[in-house]
């Protein structure tokens, strides 16, 4: 819960930046606002870390199940328990 909290406080921040006005207008040195200095950054940096915790989630979850895979192979009713960790990562 903690990683989706993160990931919409680096999404508003990104918008609170290029949703403010003053963002635009205001000029700081050599006729350059903030968002010209920005120049995108902190959307990408937003973009790239979302990516990122995705990636590291899906890679997380499929190590999960491969773990619980491997631990029912010599279980009895195994197959079962197989099929239903097969149709987990086929809903993915």
Same mark, same amino acid.
């Given at each position: 819960?903690?990683? !989706?909290?993160?990931?919409?406080?680096?999404?508003?921040?990104?918008?609170?930046? !290029?949703?403010?006005?003053?963002? !635009?207008?205001?000029?700081?040195?050599?006729?350059?606002?903030?968002?010209?200095?920005?120049?995108?950054?902190?959307?990408?940096?937003?973009?790239?870390?979302?990516?990122?915790?995705?990636?590291?989630?899906?890679?997380?979850?499929?190590? !999960?199940?491969?773990?619980?895979?491997?631990?029912?192979?010599?279980?009895?009713?195994?197959?079962?328990?197989?099929?239903?960790?097969?149709?987990?990562?086929?809903?993915?």
């Amino acid at each position: 819960m903690d990683e !989706y909290r993160n990931q919409v406080e680096l999404m508003r921040q990104a918008l609170l930046f !290029y949703g403010n006005v003053e963002n !635009y207008t205001k000029e700081l040195k050599q006729d350059l606002t903030p968002v010209d200095i920005d120049n995108g950054s902190q959307a990408r940096f937003a973009l790239e870390t979302l990516e990122t915790v995705e990636k590291l989630k899906k890679d997380m979850e499929e190590e !999960y199940l491969d773990t619980i895979k491997q631990s029912l192979e010599d279980q009895p009713n195994q197959q079962s328990m197989l099929n239903l960790i097969e149709a987990i990562k086929k809903s993915k």
